[in-house]
């Protein structure tokens, strides 16, 4: 087996340990329904809704993955913009009515980020992360798990990227290393600069400031940035002209990691913009100056914030070490599976990977038969319709392409309007559905029934 095919083989065994089962899908809706009431009880949050983001809502998150929770207060059909004070104030009464009921352990109230978090470890042994108000981290969650319809490659490296940065200590903000949103945005660039490149620059996705968009009506504005994103990307997928990058996941992950193997010294005249999709000199770029950060991972939905700012100076250099220890092991000529799992995984992953029975999981080309039984049936959903206990018919219609590559994307109709129906929904993939009818007891009010019927979608190396 030669160098590529290893590291291909490696790879994929890894993402069948780290792809969230249905039973990971199933602990966190629990853990919403279960902040929904404690949010119930509490008088000045009456009427508040409780809605998921981040990872979560884009499918880019392993089992073991954070959930990200906003709070959005009730403001009419109008978006609201509540000051630092009054969330400080809501997130202070949530932390009390934990306290009161008890089960969350690690509680922290992080009351000087420019966004207040309470952060707590809920049952499942799942940590949590709660705002308030955090519509632009649920509309860039969105868009990621759009960007997914271009290339189901992009979904693997998310999760691959994030468990080798955790690995080597390099995915946490609090200790001066890239947080997990920085990190995708790093595997957008990648597949942006690639050649051929996969994904286009995000301008071309959705060409405004996101955020700037998220004003008054939110039915309408959401459904503006939806339909813009739909729009672009359905142009973008149905343009037969463009290259086709054939890539291997193997191949993708080499790539990355020899493409940021020199960032320190990058990072101190250019900035990475997924928005351009391009290195940009920050000294020509007066949205970025006076430079007072160490490294620049512009973010495309809220410029020119920086993604990247909590990463100092002494940790970028860790990071390149990171990088730089990491490709030379990939390229080197004697490698095995179990040196290339372990510069890629966390010990207990690599662990967990070696116990006995459990290579059974798995097979050469991917999930084996017990993995594949228990793997997650449910694709994200937009929580706010879950949450309030509302009836979906989602009909999957059906087309196939002249290549016959095959997808599914789905359609739905509500009886209440919460976020622009009519707009885009998150598309119910392939691997997700079942031949027939699948009804799905989401919560004790509410049921989502499927009808498959088939729709192109691009082929990629490794399904999702």
């Known amino acids: 087996?030669?160098?590529?095919?290893?590291?291909?083989?490696?790879?994929?065994?890894?993402?069948?340990?780290?792809?969230?089962?249905?039973?990971?899908?199933?602990?966190?809706?629990?853990?919403?329904?279960?902040?929904?009431?404690?949010?119930?009880?509490?008088?000045?949050?009456?009427?508040?809704?409780?809605?998921?983001?981040?990872?979560?809502?884009?499918?880019?998150?392993?089992?073991?993955?954070?959930?990200?929770?906003?709070?959005?207060?009730?403001?009419?059909?109008?978006?609201?913009?509540?000051?630092?004070?009054?969330?400080?104030?809501?997130?202070?009464?949530?932390?009390?009515?934990?306290?009161?009921?008890?089960?969350?352990?690690?509680?922290?109230?992080?009351?000087?980020?420019?966004?207040?978090?309470?952060?707590?470890?809920?049952?499942?042994?799942?940590?949590?992360?709660?705002?308030?108000?955090?519509?632009?981290?649920?509309?860039?969650?969105?868009?990621?798990?759009w960007i997914n319809m271009i290339d189901g490659r992009f979904r693997d490296m998310v999760l691959l990227v994030k468990e080798w940065a955790k690995a080597h200590n390099i995915n946490d903000s609090k200790t001066g290393t890239l947080n997990s949103y920085s990190l995708s945005l790093l595997v957008v660039f990648h597949f942006q600069t690639c050649v051929p490149a996969i994904?286009?620059?995000?301008?071309?996705?959705?060409?405004?400031?996101?955020?700037?968009?998220?004003?008054?009506?939110?039915?309408?504005?959401?459904?503006?940035?939806?339909?813009?994103?739909?729009?672009?990307?359905?142009?973008?997928?149905?343009?037969?002209?463009?290259?086709?990058?054939?890539?291997?996941?193997?191949?993708?992950?080499?790539?990355?990691?020899?493409?940021?193997?020199?960032?320190?010294s990058k990072a101190s005249a250019q900035a990475i913009s997924p928005f351009t999709g391009q290195w940009e000199d920050i000294e020509s770029n007066m949205r970025w100056l006076p430079k007072t950060y160490t490294i620049f991972v512009e973010d495309p939905f809220e410029q020119p914030v920086n993604s990247a700012r909590s990463v100092s100076s002494k940790q970028l250099t860790r990071i390149e070490e990171a990088f730089r220890r990491t490709h030379f092991m990939l390229i080197s000529s004697n490698q095995n599976q179990n040196e290339v799992i372990s510069i890629i995984v966390r010990p207990l992953v690599s662990k967990f990977m070696g116990t006995p029975g459990n290579q059974n999981n798995y097979s050469r080309n991917g999930l084996g038969p017990q993995l594949q039984a228990r793997r997650a049936i449910k694709p994200p959903l937009q929580a706010q319709h879950q949450l309030q206990a509302e009836s979906y018919k989602a009909t999957i219609t059906r087309t196939a392409s002249a290549s016959g590559a095959e997808s599914y994307t789905a359609t739905t109709t509500s009886t209440t309007s919460v976020s622009g129906q009519g707009a885009i929904q998150p598309p119910v993939q392939a691997h997700q559905l079942q031949d027939k009818k699948v009804n799905r007891n989401l919560n004790s009010t509410q049921a989502i029934r499927v009808q498959t019927q088939p729709v192109w979608r691009p082929k990629s190396d490794i399904g999702v």
């Not at 095919?5 to 990971?24: A, K």
């Not at 959705?206 to 739909?230: H, Q, W």
């Open 1 to 145: 087996m030669n160098g590529y095919s290893l590291l291909e083989h490696t790879l994929r065994n890894i993402l069948c340990f780290i792809y969230p089962l249905e039973e990971d899908w199933s602990m966190r809706f629990q853990l919403l329904h279960e902040l929904r009431a404690v949010v119930e009880s509490i008088e000045i949050l009456r009427g508040a809704t409780v809605e998921p983001f981040g990872s979560f809502v884009s499918n880019l998150f392993t089992r073991w993955g954070d959930l990200d929770i906003s709070i959005e207060l009730p403001n009419g059909s109008y978006i609201s913009s509540p000051g630092k004070k009054l969330k400080l104030s809501l997130l202070g009464a949530v932390l009390k009515a934990l306290r009161a009921k008890g089960g969350c352990r690690n509680l922290q109230f992080i009351t000087n980020a420019r966004v207040p978090i309470l952060k707590f470890q809920g049952n499942y042994n799942i940590s949590c992360d709660i705002s308030i108000n955090n519509l632009s981290g649920q509309m860039k969650s969105k868009i990621l798990y």
């Open 199 to 264: 994904l286009p620059p995000l301008k071309e996705i959705y060409p405004g400031n996101m955020v700037d968009d998220l004003t008054g009506i939110r039915a309408s504005a959401e459904k503006f940035i939806e339909e813009t994103c739909a729009m672009n990307i359905n142009q973008l997928i149905s343009n037969k002209s463009r290259a086709i990058n054939k890539s291997s996941v193997s191949q993708l992950f080499i790539s990355f990691i020899a493409k940021f193997c020199d960032i320190s």
